[in-house]
Nanobody
């Protein structure tokens, strides 16, 4: 059973930075899509960023996707052979306030996955990010 554990959520002032981490444990595939979603109170869950994880010889491995609202401010990355997924968030604004979830799809990322949370197979419990203006 794949387990995803998020950490790094906190309360920060607008303009600040946070780094979220997602530890992946359990059976892994040779290639998969890791994503960060977020959900603010009263709003639907929305995709923030995703990255394809796979063999270094694969053209798809390392490909990143971002929501327009976070482009240029957030960076997704993977470490430790794909067992740690990070989300560096800079230039935070109040609208970034939400619970952030890590998700995994056992396949490379599809271009429409960020707008389709149902595509993902596994989810973490979430970590709260609060940005005050």
């Amino acid at each position: 059973q794949v387990q995803l554990l998020e950490s790094g959520g906190d309360s920060v002032q607008a303009g600040g930075s946070l780094r979220l981490s997602c530890e992946v444990s359990g059976p892994t595939s040779s290639r998969y899509c890791m994503a960060w979603f977020r959900q603010a109170p009263g709003k639907e869950r929305e995709g923030v960023a995703m990255i394809s994880v796979g063999p270094i010889y694969s053209d798809e491995a390392g490909r990143e996707y971002y929501a327009d609202s976070v482009k240029g401010r957030f960076t997704i990355d993977w470490e430790n052979g794909g067992n740690l997924i990070t989300l560096q968030m800079d230039g935070l604004v109040a609208d970034d306030t939400a619970v952030y979830y890590c998700a995994e799809k056992v396949a490379y990322c599809g271009s429409d996955y960020l707008t389709n949370p149902s595509r993902f197979d596994y989810w973490g419990q979430g970590t709260q990010v609060t940005v005050s203006s």
